[in-house]
């Protein structure tokens, strides 16, 4: 009963380093969603993809890429980390739009950029 | 103005009691509105949706939906210290029920 999986849980980089965030679903959901939780605050959107192969911007977009080559994997790739980069991000899916539905959160990966 | 705007609290009740947990919206294009709960270190788990305006109750919680004054709240009943948690509303962005916009969250404290 894995729901969403997200790796690593925990990591410190360095700035200018690269890394990826894994997420996997095995829920057979359509939707995929990448956000981000500063302290204090709520949930941005980076990126979502609504199927494979199709992948759109959301409101913090920047500093980061996606890709969506199945519908069981949606990895945030971090190129360049920057200490604003530092937050709690955490991988979705949903079957249909979040707007519309109820959308399931992995545990959230924790990273810090020093 | 922010599109999802909450009080960020804490918002202290005692236990037994309501608490009454407020949320605004700018955009009229929204028409979905989800309460999410929070407990701290751990990832949001919905408690409740609504869509129609008036009220919607489930157990111990009740969602309220006023679309003319673009307001959303969320009461809870017999507050119990388990039920201290960030609380965000969250509402589909204008006319695209593909995305989700969050608000910053209510604490709420439940103290014995």
């Known amino acids: 009963n894995a729901g969403v999986t997200q790796t690593p849980k925990f990591r410190i980089l360095k700035i200018g380093q690269s890394m990826t965030l894994q997420c996997a679903q095995d829920?057979?959901?359509?939707?995929m969603y990448w956000y981000r939780q500063d302290p204090g605050m709520g949930l941005k959107l980076i990126y979502y993809?609504?199927?494979?192969?199709?992948?759109d911007k959301g409101e913090v977009p920047n500093g980061y890429n996606v890709s969506r080559s199945t519908t069981e994997d949606f990895p945030l790739r971090l190129e360049l980390a920057a200490p604003s980069q530092t937050s709690v991000y955490f991988c979705?899916?949903?079957?249909?739009?979040?707007?519309?539905?109820?959308?399931?959160f992995g545990e959230g990966s924790w990273l810090t950029v020093v | 103005q922010k599109e999802v705007e909450q009080n960020s609290g804490p918002l202290s009740v005692p236990e037994g009691a309501i608490a009454s947990l407020n949320c605004t919206y700018s955009?009229?294009?929204?028409?979905?509105f989800f309460w999410y709960r929070q407990y701290s270190g751990k990832s949001p788990e919905l408690i409740m949706f609504?869509?129609?305006?008036g009220d919607k109750e489930d157990g111990r919680f009740t969602a309220q939906l006023n679309k003319a004054s673009q307001y959303v709240s969320l009461l809870i009943r017999d507050s119990q210290p388990s039920d201290s948690a960030t609380y965000l509303c969250?509402?589909?962005?204008?006319?695209?029920?593909?995305?989700?916009?969050f608000g910053t969250g209510t604490r709420l404290q439940v103290f014995p």
């Open positions: 979705a899916s949903s079957p249909r739009g979040a707007g519309g539905n109820t959308i399931y």
């Open positions: 829920m057979n959901h359509n939707y």
């Open positions: 993809s609504v199927g494979a192969g199709i992948t």
């Open positions: 955009d009229r294009g929204s028409q979905s």
């Open positions: 609504i869509y129609s305006n």
């Open positions: 969250a509402v589909n962005a204008p006319y695209n029920t593909d995305k989700l916009i």
